[in-house]
Nanobody, 125 residues
């Protein structure tokens, strides 16, 4: 069982930045393929950035060039740096990990086994 805890959400104006954190109960060198998802109000959960077994990252088109995923193995923590935020980025953000990593990064929420509780990001215009 892997426990994931997100933090760092908040309210910002459009154009601002936030850095989300995802603290893992297991060493991140062993928790691979941790991705970020988001769920806008009234909508389904969608993937934001996912990672494959080779640690290659894949960003959804709407966040490319604005969001950056990184991790600090010494702190067992992953980060999602979000810059140039837009109102449409408003959502609850979740980090998630699959039990098994694959060569092709998983983009379906149902393929992830462990989830954090989420952190809310609100971007005002």
């Amino acid at each position: 069982q892997v426990r994931l805890v997100e933090s760092g959400g908040g309210s910002v104006q459009a154009g601002g930045s936030l850095r989300l954190s995802c603290a893992a109960s297991e060493p991140t060198v062993r928790v691979n393929c941790v991705g970020w998802f988001r769920q806008p109000p009234g909508k389904d959960r969608e993937w934001v950035v996912v990672v494959n077994a080779a640690e290659a990252k894949r960003y959804t088109d709407s966040v490319k060039g604005r969001f950056t995923l990184s991790k600090d193995n010494a702190k067992n923590t992953l980060y999602l740096q979000m810059d140039s935020l837009k109102p449409e980025d408003t959502a609850m953000y979740f980090c998630a990990a699959p039990r098994v990593c694959t060569a092709v990064a998983r983009t379906q929420a149902r393929e992830y086994d462990w989830w954090g509780q989420g952190t809310q990001v609100t971007v005002s215009s």
